[in-house]
Every structure is written in structure tokens, then in C-alpha cells.
């Protein structure tokens, strides 16, 4: 743990130059279109058409932008215990991991699940529960702000090295009694490339809604506030103030929790105050979400990676 602090510092002094105008090559546009294209694709749920479709066109999209890309696939048998599937069912499973300057020890892991939900439990219509959600904001904001960042790597190469690590399984199961969820992120965190240390690492998660606001996450301030102080205090100094605010998310159980465990440094930045309208609702569709978000969020991305 102290490790990371130190190594944090040494890349604190070296991420000056050009921050503001590469982050403004953020095309949110871009990313905007990705979003429609993976929630017109279909459910991105395991087991799934689209889920198969949706990680061959990932992958091939990584694989025109970023150094290396990796499928990392697995197979997860669902435990007893979660309401909303049989115990016994083997899920095919995979991570992506694509990756820039794959050699250089100075690194940042950007995560985010590519996996939409198949159940959507908080629908205000009873007969809509037991569906799949669309997945706008949870799952293709955060896949297609990441896969934007990739394309701004491929055009302006960073200085340090970057992982962006695409999860999968995060939303398949059961929060109530953490069950089959969070699969893909455990099972990364359980299978780390050899000595890995991140300097920092962010999951971006539920990250365009129109009118966002995003709030410290009280995992992300207790386990890893000095990477928490970073993002914020680089948000405000990109104008995004209003969206970044100091005030408390309460403790979110995301795809950060098994990284923290395991003893990178990975906070979660997180749309908050969407999570309470269409969060798990059929109603996660394209147009809940905002260009301005998504610009906002993107540049930040691009921006403290320099
Ligand atoms: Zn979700």
C-alpha cells in the first residue's frame, strides 16, 4: 500500500504537459454512437446473442487502437443463493484487456463491465422485472467512454502505460446476497498479470446520464483516498465542478471492491443520482443519457493520464 503512494507522487510530478489539449480530443459524439450501437445490439447478458457479438466487436475495435489486447475467458458456475437464477449454470465469461506501452512498468488500469443485466428489478411495472435491461448507461456508457479513450491513444500515444480492462459478469446476479455478481472483476483480481502494480486504477461505471452528478464513494475514499483527491481535484481543474462534487455517495459494492481487496488502488466513479430513477429499469435506454456528460467524463479520463 505504501508502495502505491510513493510511485503516485513520482507520477504526480510528470503529468503536466498537455493535459487540456489532448483531453479536448475526447470525441463524445463518438462515443454516443457506441452507446446506441451495443443497446441496439441487444442485452449484452452471458448466454446471450449479444453478448457474443458485442465481445467480438470490442475486441476487434481494441485491437485496431491499443498495443496489445487480451481475452481473458473463464467459465463461472452460479452458486445457490441468488434469486434470480438456478444454482448449476455455467456462464462463458470474458475479461478484455487491451493495452498501451505493455512494457513499461508505470501503469493505470481504467475498468468498466461491458456486461448488461438480465433482470431488471426495479421496473414500477411488475411484468417487466424478469427482463433484461437495455443498458444505456450501465454497461455501454462506460464501454464506449473507454473504447473513445482508446481511440484518443491510438491518435496521441501516452506517457505512461494504460489498461483498459473491460469486465464482464458484473450484473448478472444477486446484490441482496452478493451472489453471482461482480464475476468478471473477482476473477481478474483473483488472475493479475505477473507483479501488478498499478499507480492508480478508476472503474467508470454508469457515467453519461443527463444531469449527473458523481459523488465520493466511500470504498474508493477509505481505501484509496489519495487516488479519490486526484480525480476530483482534476475534475475542478477541467470546469467539471458541478458534475464532480465533494459530497458523500454512501459505500457502493461495484467492480472496485474486489481490486481493493486484492490491493490495487482502484476507486469508482459513478453516476449517482441516475442510479435512483433508471437504475435496473427498462427505462436505462440512449436518451436518459447526455453528450455533456459524456464529454465531461471522457476528457477527465483522458486527462489524468497525462
Ligand atoms: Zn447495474
Redesign the pocket.
Given at each position: 500500500m505504501r508502495r502505491g503512494v510513493a510511485l503516485l507522487a513520482v507520477a504526480l510530478a510528470g503529468a503536466c504537459h498537455g493535459e487540456f489539449s489532448v483531453a479536448q480530443r475526447f470525441d463524445a459524439a463518438q462515443a454516443m454512437r457506441w452507446v446506441t450501437y451495443q443497446v441496439n445490439a441487444g442485452p449484452r447478458v452471458p448466454g446471450m446473442p449479444a453478448h457474443d457479438s458485442i465481445e467480438a466487436w470490442l475486441v476487434r475495435e481494441l485491437k485496431a487502437r491499443a498495443d496489445s489486447v487480451a481475452v481473458q475467458a473463464f467459465t463461472y458456475v452460479t452458486q445457490p443463493g441468488d434469486k434470480y437464477h438456478p444454482a448449476g449454470d455455467t456462464l462463458h465469461l470474458a475479461n478484455i484487456l487491451a493495452r498501451f506501452r505493455p512494457a513499461d512498468p508505470n501503469r493505470i488500469l481504467y475498468l468498466t463491465h461491458w456486461d448488461t443485466?438480465p433482470v431488471a428489478e426495479n421496473d414500477p411495472n411488475p411484468a417487466n422485472r424478469d427482463k433484461p435491461?437495455p443498458?444505456a448507461d450501465?454497461?455501454a456508457s462506460g464501454t464506449a467512454m473507454l473504447l473513445e479513450v482508446a481511440d484518443v491513444l491510438k491518435r496521441y500515444p501516452p506517457g505512461v502505460g494504460v489498461d483498459l480492462l473491460f469486465v464482464d459478469g458484473?450484473?448478472y446476479g444477486d446484490f441482496d446476497t452478493m451472489k453471482d455478481v461482480l464475476l468478471g472483476s473477482t476473477y481478474f483480481a483473483q488472475h493479475l498479470p505477473p507483479g501488478y502494480h498499478p499507480l492508480f486504477g478508476v472503474l467508470w461505471d454508469?457515467i453519461a446520464g443527463r444531469d449527473q452528478v458523481i459523488e465520493e464513494e466511500d470504498n474508493s475514499v477509505q481505501f484509496a483516498p489519495e487516488v479519490v483527491d486526484r480525480v476530483w481535484s482534476t475534475a475542478d481543474s477541467l470546469g467539471l465542478g458541478g458534475m464532480f462534487r465533494r459530497t458523500d455517495a454512501g459505500a457502493i459494492i461495484d467492480d472496485h471492491v474486489p481490486l481493493l481487496q486484492a490491493g490495487l488502488r482502484v476507486i469508482d466513479v459513478i453516476g449517482w443520482r441516475n442510479y435512483q430513477t433508471w437504475?435496473?429499469t427498462l427505462q436505462d435506454t440512449p436518451d436518459k443519457l447526455s453528450l455533456a456528460s459524456m464529454q465531461g467524463v471522457g476528457r477527465l479520463a483522458v486527462a489524468l493520464l497525462r
Open positions: 443485466r435491461i443498458g450501465d454497461g458484473e450484473d454508469m437504475h435496473h
